[in-house]
């Protein structure tokens, strides 16, 4: 028994050290992140022109900027987005295109997967990465489709 304890010891003593050493490296911005210090990405969405029952484009609007300001000229191809949460029988959606509308706010179009699928009614979790040259990061945003 006294075995037990100490061995629950040294393992709970072992845990709480990694995971002591991983909070210091997450608040101290670890060289081994592959991002830019201070890098915030923050989002917002719009539905468009998109309902219930049509394959119209909506956005998800995401500002990217640190200390020094907006990061401008983000490519397309750096930006990607994954549906984490969908409502029941919704069909995968794309990017169809991203712009940059104001110096490092990029409005990310989203649509149906494919031109017979439609928008199913209710709220979708979006999660958007970055991966480009001015650092990574990955944020999410609430997209609501209703009527």
């Known amino acids: ?21 991983g909070a210091v490296l997450l608040l101290g911005g670890a060289a081994a992140a592959p991002t830019t210090q201070g890098l915030i990405l923050q989002t917002s969405s719009h539905s468009g022109g998109a309902l219930p029952g049509n394959g119209n484009e909506a956005f998800i609007l995401v500002g990217i900027y640190n200390e020094a300001g907006p990061i401008r000229g983000i490519v397309a191809g750096s930006l990607s987005v994954a549906v984490v949460a969908a409502p029941s029988g919704a069909a995968p ?34 999660s958007i990465t970055l991966t480009s040259a001015n650092g990574s990061g990955v944020t999410l945003a609430d997209l609501v489709i209703e009527p």
Request: charged share 15%; no cysteine.
């Open 93 to 126: 959606i794309k990017k169809s295109s991203v712009i940059e509308p104001v110096s490092g706010v990029y409005r990310i179009a989203l649509a149906p997967e494919l031109s017979s699928h439609r928008w199913a009614s209710g709220r979708y979790v979006i």
């Open 1 to 21: 028994m006294a075995h037990r304890r100490i061995l629950h010891s040294v393992v709970f003593a072992a845990l709480a050290a990694v995971l002591g050493i």
